[in-house]
């Protein structure tokens, strides 16, 4: 019997040879954390690569948060970090501050998801993790939009 996550929790898909490590549905920063370290210890013939949205409800603690998210990104080793959306340049402050300089911050889903579909190519794994407010399931629509049928 397999058990499948439900959708956008911690959900694997693939679209043109690139897997997606889907995690859209919610996020705090320790539910962020554990995403990031499974985005590592999964095997992954390509780069690993994470787009990483807004975590909602955080309070007073929203910008410490963010940046430690960044920071634990560089220092876990992911090869590049995509930010979107109110805290993406939170999140990219802790993620440079700890060495990563690939690093790209965007305001909008649909130019995140652009900018991600242009930069994978086959054998990269994503992980997408976010706040349910986020709406990043957007950013997994866009990128399985348009899927070259080979």
């Known amino acids: 019997m397999e058990c499948k996550p439900a959708k956008m ?3 694997l898909w693939e679209f043109n040879g690139v897997r997606v490590l889907d995690d859209a549905y919610n ?22 690569v994470a787009l990483l949205g807004d975590m909602a409800e955080l309070g007073k603690h929203s910008e410490a948060a963010h940046e430690e998210i960044g920071r634990r990104a560089a220092e876990l080793g992911v090869a590049q970090l995509f930010t979107v959306g109110k805290m993406a340049s939170a999140v990219a402050r802790g993620a440079r501050g700890a060495g990563l300089n690939r690093v790209l911050e965007f305001a909008d889903l649909e130019t995140a998801a652009s900018a991600a579909k242009s930069f994978l190519k086959p054998g990269d794994l994503l992980l997408l993790k976010a706040s349910r407010a986020a709406r990043l399931e ?3 629509e866009l990128l399985r939009k348009g899927e070259s049928a080979n």
């Open 9 to 11: 929790r911690l959900e």
């Open 138 to 140: 957007r950013v997994g």
């Open 27 to 48: 996020a705090n920063a320790d539910s962020v954390l554990a995403a990031l370290q499974t985005l590592m210890d999964l095997p992954c013939k390509g780069r690993r």
